[in-house]
């Protein structure tokens, strides 16, 4: 008998804790061709903008040691052409449609909130705090995400302009010094939960040509490389947290990195950075987290949520099977 993938986010229900990470699989049309998205617990959205996008220049990406760095600078046709075409795409195909957005104000993510909430089907909103505070109070091009006051005053212009029955979850940086308190600030403004981690930033020198690999010379850090800080963010905040969805991200590429994130106390799991030399890991990954389960004699994947912080009451063979 197969094992139970069915999780939430929030009060929605999924068939599968297994989601694409924000910015790794575009709006789904890069994926259909591999796999069937609509078996995917959800498609994260690239992070998309109240105006159209070019970007920064290229070269964009970079491959590092067990990992990538990537700098593309947000990308994108626009809150307009989101809904117009992205948008009715995925829902024709019957994926879930989570929207990661993006701004320089509260203002904007209040603005994009306001338009996704006025759509039908958008299954819930993830807040990428990962952008510069461009009315950052005297430290302008300082990102949401590196202080809690910036990211639950984002939160709150969201909540407050969007439909109650969305999820909306805010999407949390490392790259700071006590990532609970971002959490939790988080959450007192009104997000239903947390996605964590984002990538954390890194820089690469081409020693050929001695210049900066990037042509926007820093980069943010994703891939196996940042998989332990992900597990370590996501422990943390769970302990704080506890009653707070979680969707765990950071170098996931097999079943076993899904079953990891979740012992942490993750709900759910986003896979990005493996899709770019295996636009089929998704489903993959989603056959050895059942298999992982199943050798494990666990039928359902919402009982491992958070129970690595639990007390051993459970007794586990050299298999990892419970008894």
């Not at 990470?21 to 690239?46: M, N, P, S, W, Y």
């Not at 759509?119 to 807040?127: F, N, R």
Request: charged fraction near 20%.
């Amino acid at each position: 008998m197969p094992a139970d993938l069915r999780t939430r986010l929030a009060h929605v229900e999924l068939p599968s804790p297994v989601l694409t990470a924000a910015g790794c699989a575009g709006a789904g049309r890069e994926l259909a061709q591999f796999i069937d998205i609509a078996r995917v617990g959800a498609v994260i959205t690239k992070s998309v903008t109240l105006e159209p996008r070019a970007g920064n220049p290229v070269p964009r990406l970079a491959e590092t040691p067990s990992g990538m760095l990537s700098a593309g600078g947000l990308q994108g046709p626009g809150i307009d052409a989101f809904l117009q075409r992205d948008l009715p795409w995925l829902l024709s195909r019957g994926a879930r449609a989570v929207v990661s957005i993006a701004g320089h104000t509260a203002r904007e993510y209040a603005e994009l909130a306001t338009r996704l909430s006025d759509a039908a089907g958008v299954t819930a909103i993830e807040v990428n705090l990962g952008c510069p505070d461009a009315e950052g109070g005297g430290r302008p091009g300082r990102l949401f995400a590196h202080d809690p006051a910036s990211a639950g005053q984002v939160v709150a212009a969201v909540r407050g302009s969007g439909r109650w029955d969305i999820p909306v979850f805010a999407k949390l940086s490392p790259d700071v010094t006590d990532i609970v308190a971002v959490a939790r600030a988080c959450v007192t403004a009104g997000a239903d939960g947390l996605s964590m981690i984002n990538t954390l930033p890194g820089m690469a020198i081409d020693v050929a040509t001695m210049r900066p690999t990037l042509a926007a010379v820093h980069g943010g850090l994703s891939g196996p490389a940042i998989r332990p800080v992900a597990v370590r963010c996501v422990w943390q905040v769970r302990e704080a947290l506890p009653d707070v969805p979680l969707i765990g991200a950071g170098g996931v590429r097999a079943g076993t990195d899904v079953l990891e994130l979740m012992l942490a106390g993750a709900s759910m799991v986003a896979v990005g950075t493996a899709l770019f030399h295996d636009p089929s890991a998704c489903a993959r990954i989603q056959r050895e987290l059942e298999e992982e389960l199943l050798a494990r004699g666990i039928d359902r994947v919402a009982d491992i949520i958070g129970l690595a912080h639990q007390p051993a009451v459970f007794a586990a063979d050299r298999h990892g099977r419970l008894s």
